[in-house]
């Protein structure tokens, strides 16, 4: 079994992360250490999971450094100073998305080519979360965003109750209005793909690794 730290054990994805880990030992992992942020830990690990905050997820990736493992951050709004250190990094496998969702990921392929093929209509994005997110708009909306070429002024964003997560494109003309919709309807959905995406990790070689590399393997794995 490969033993996994869980960065931001306390937060609503830690403790799924755990819940998950810990029900699915098919998996091959196993949690070796709890911990937040500022915290001390000597606990011998194949893989450090983050998803905590800017800070806790650079002691993350140094913790993950100083054992020699692998390291899954999902922790979004990062410097950008932080975000190039990453990409540079070729001593342990690194992995980084600010949504760790494959669904999300595919939904996003799926923007690009309707963008492409609405071509002249007028976009818009708009995101919904639940009232304790800090960050505004959000990762996964930014990324969204780059990926079609939306310009941020083009971004909405809403704060409700418990929504896990809602994204929605709408591109519209003088005669129509084309929706497309990916709603998080459990949080599960973000936190099983993050144990998936560390059961994977561990086994591949250093280096820095995005949702692209994984969803590649996936797809491959499928045929």
């Given at each position: 079994m490969k033993k996994a730290i869980i960065n931001g054990a306390g937060g609503r994805m830690g403790q799924a992360i755990a819940r998950i880990i810990s029900s699915n030992p098919a998996l091959g992992l196993e949690v070796s250490a709890l911990r937040e942020e500022g915290e001390k830990t000597q606990t011998p690990a194949d893989v450090v999971i983050d998803f905590s905050s800017a800070q806790g997820a650079q002691e993350a990736f140094?913790?993950?450094?100083?054992?020699?493992?692998?390291c899954l951050i999902g922790t979004t709004n990062l410097p950008e100073r932080f975000l190039f250190q990453m990409q540079e990094e070729h001593k342990i496998p690194l992995f980084y998305a600010p949504n760790v969702s494959l669904s999300v990921y595919f939904f996003g392929e799926l923007l690009k080519q309707a963008s492409q093929?609405?071509?002249g209509y007028e976009r818009a994005l708009h995101e919904i979360h639940h009232v304790h997110k800090k960050d505004a708009p959000s990762g996964t909306a930014k990324k969204l965003a780059e990926a079609i070429e939306l310009p941020l002024?083009?971004?909405?964003?809403?704060?409700?109750?418990?929504?896990?997560?809602?994204?929605?494109?709408?591109?519209?003309?003088?005669?129509?209005?084309?929706?497309?919709?990916?709603?998080?309807?459990?949080?599960?959905?973000?936190?099983?793909?993050?144990?998936?995406?560390a059961a994977w990790l561990v086994h591949q070689p250093a280096g820095f690794y995005t949702m692209q590399d994984y969803a590649r393997f996936i797809l491959k794995s499928s045929k």
């Open positions: 140094n913790l993950a450094k100083d054992l020699k493992a692998a093929m609405y071509a002024s083009k971004v909405s964003y809403e704060r409700f109750g418990e929504t896990v997560g809602t994204h929605i494109l709408t591109l519209s003309s003088c005669h129509d209005q084309i929706m497309l919709k990916h709603e998080a309807t459990d949080r599960d959905l973000f936190a099983a793909s993050a144990v998936h995406i």
